[in-house]
């Protein structure tokens, strides 16, 4: 081999490895940029049963406005209704039911600042019919 191929040879493996590096780093960034709720967990809903108008708490991870921005209640026949947040404290949050919500169960969904989706977090209860 020639000293100016063994010169070269090192450089082209440098460039090759940095540019297997960016080309891996990028779809790795876009995966975890794009990932929906990062951290926030629900893992109980308290009380299992609630009325329209009633506060429900939900404990888990990362319940707070920094991770949470709205919280839906997904009715059975997939209709959404955005709740009123009556307080977060990072491990549980307070919410009221909506007015309008339908008896019957209801999963929970939660919607992460700047993001457009919804997680479901596959956590349910169920809603009373109202007092009447």
């Known amino acids: 081999m020639s000293p100016a191929n063994q010169k070269s040879t090192p450089r082209i493996n440098r460039f090759f490895l940095t540019s297997v590096l960016i080309l891996t780093a990028i779809p790795a960034w876009k995966l975890f940029a794009t990932l929906p709720v990062q951290g926030v967990f629900i ?21 707070d406005a920094e991770h949470i921005e709205d919280i839906y209640l997904i009715s059975e026949d997939a209709n959404m209704y955005r709740v009123e947040i009556i307080s977060e404290s990072g491990k549980d949050l307070r919410f009221r039911v909506p007015a309008r919500i339908p008896a019957g169960p209801v999963h929970i969904a939660v919607k992460a600042p ?19």
């Open 43 to 63: 893992d109980q809903v308290m009380p299992a049963e609630a009325r329209p108008g009633d506060v429900v708490m939900v404990t888990g991870y990362a319940l």
């Open 114 to 132: 700047m993001r457009p989706e919804l997680v479901d977090q596959m956590v349910y209860f169920k809603v009373l019919d109202p007092v009447g």
